[in-house]
């Protein structure tokens, strides 16, 4: 590729293509002078013909405005899922001229308030928040929440504020389901956060709780009865997952599938399987990098980040240009994706 197909299209690049001033075109594209039909059309196929984009930080300096500011605090940044939701706020957020600040909570609940505690104190204009597994982050009715917000991934039990989720009941059912038409009746769940049993996830965590809400269901469904000894919790890394995993593998009775609530209890599964994976069924919710080079590869019930990071912040965006509509609560699809791992038969 030459040094001029590298180049970054200029303002001046449609002005030629368009035979008008710089100044004429930068109007057009500001918003600031309505053209005839036909010069919109020709200013637009050059835009798309060039690849041209405006940069909105400079123009905002030039006409003296402020970029709106986002705070945006995730769970572990490190993690391909919340990097992803970040991936995609931070591109609806370049979209409208606006700088997205990105904060991850990974020291836990605590740090978490913190975060968001600091982002207010540097005036942000709204807030982005994926609550950790732990805890809901700030006081959940807090007077210091005092802008507009988002929640992803979590309600954190508010229902005062915009929340975008996923369907965890339907995933839970899903990953479940998927075990039992393969002949399983011991499943294990490795339930992330410290949870270990279906009361304590209902306290811990909505998301887990609706995916262990759709794990009952299925269960009942099939008329197999829920053995709390097979639920065991997995904390909050793939280490501790690990640990979890070795504790139903020498129970009495060990499962012959196990339902992994999110990707990192599913890495911690697969690191204390080892060969054992061959023999024991494994799903696991939310997709992750590796899941494909395993053998078997991995069977996940995903959902999709990028449309959730993507939605949050057009709410988000929407109600700084001042919808006041009553509080959404979106609820996106959850998919399964058999690779080889859930479609172990019982023996």
Do not use: C, W
Request: glycine share 10%; no cysteine; hydrophobic share 45%.
């Amino acid at each position: 590729m030459g040094a001029e197909q590298r180049r970054q299209a200029t303002l001046q690049d449609i002005a030629d293509i368009v035979g008008m001033s710089r100044m004429s075109v930068s109007r057009i594209l500001n918003g600031k002078q309505k053209p005839p039909a036909d010069v919109a059309e020709r200013i637009q196929a050059a835009v798309v013909e060039t690849g041209y984009r405006m940069n909105r930080a400079a123009s905002a300096l030039r006409q003296g405005t402020v970029l709106p500011t986002i705070g945006m605090v995730v769970d572990h940044l490190a993690d391909p899922l919340f990097a992803t939701v970040a991936e995609a706020a931070q591109e609806v957020a370049t979209e409208r001229g606006a700088v997205l600040v990105i904060t991850s909570g990974d020291s836990g609940p605590g740090s978490e308030s913190d975060l968001v505690e600091a982002l207010l104190a540097r005036n942000v204009d709204g807030l982005l928040l994926y609550p950790s597994a732990e805890g809901s982050g700030p006081d959940p009715r807090g007077p210091a929440v005092d802008r507009p917000m988002v929640l992803l991934g979590r309600s954190s039990g508010r229902d005062d504020v915009d929340v975008v989720l996923a369907d965890n009941v339907a995933g839970g059912k899903m990953a479940t389901e998927h075990l039992l038409a393969h002949g399983h009746r011991r499943i294990g769940v490795i339930a992330y956060g410290g949870s270990a049993t279906v009361d304590d996830a209902r306290a811990a965590s909505d998301t887990l709780s609706g995916r262990l809400a759709g794990h009952r269901s299925a269960l009942a469904a099939a008329r197999v009865e829920l053995d709390p000894t097979l639920i065991v919790a997995g904390g909050s890394s793939a280490t501790s997952a690990a640990e979890a995993m070795a504790r139903l593998l020498t129970l009495p009775d060990p499962p012959t599938a196990v339902f992994a609530t999110n990707n990192r209890m599913t890495v911690g599964a697969i690191r204390a399987l080892g060969s054992r994976l061959r023999g024991l069924a494994l799903v696991g919710i939310d997709d992750f990098e590796l899941a494909e080079v395993f053998d078997p590869a991995i069977t996940v019930v995903t959902q999709d980040p990028a449309e959730m990071g993507r939605r949050a912040a057009e709410m988000l965006f929407e109600r700084l240009d001042g919808l006041s509509a009553a509080p959404r609560r979106v609820v996106n699809p959850m998919t399964l994706v058999a690779r080889g791992s859930g479609e172990v038969l019982a023996r």
